[in-house]
């Protein structure tokens, strides 16, 4: 049996599993490939301890999704399908800037400049935007054909109107 969320998001196969598990998906409504991300809430997870996991899981679609750059992962939908949370983006083709640098001897400066301004870029637009990312680093910066760059996982972005629910 083929595993669908909310009636139109197909499961092709898990691609990522930390403390959320990503699929690779088809949006039968759209006709397009994404990537969803399941909110992996523990079983013994109880309470306000559980309320407060979904509210990030929340604010994290929240903070990515008011933001729409060339250099930004897209967000298209958050929801909740029996009792199951999830986040709709763009499905990246590529790999993670750590994949590549494990990958790569030397990455030339000539790239290492062009990532590090697409990047800044992008928390520049994201700043502008009251989001503050707050988790920089290579697993979070994708790398796709055309050596074009998008951020991604905003898991404990703040939005600076909103109160903080990590220090």
Do not use: W
Request: hydrophobic share 40%; net charge negative.
């Amino acid at each position: 049996m083929v595993e669908v969320f909310k009636g139109k998001y197909q499961i092709v196969r898990e691609i990522a599993r930390s403390n959320d598990i990503v699929y690779e998906a088809l949006d039968t409504s759209m006709g397009r490939r994404v990537a969803l991300k399941e909110l992996n809430i523990t079983q013994g997870l109880t309470g306000q301890a559980r309320r407060e996991r979904i509210e990030r899981f929340q604010r994290e679609a929240r903070s990515a999704g008011r933001l729409s750059h060339p250099n930004i992962v897209s967000i298209y939908e958050f929801g909740e399908d029996e009792g199951r949370y999830f986040i709709a983006m763009e499905y990246l083709e590529g790999q993670s800037l750590r994949d590549h640098l494990s990958a790569t001897v030397v990455m030339s400066l000539k790239d290492s400049l062009d990532v590090v301004c697409q990047l800044l870029d992008a928390l520049f637009y994201a700043h502008s935007h009251q989001v503050i990312h707050r988790d920089i680093k290579p697993d979070n910066i994708h790398l796709l054909p055309g050596n074009r760059v998008k951020l991604t996982d905003f898991g404990i972005a703040r939005l600076t109107e909103e109160p903080a629910l990590t220090s």
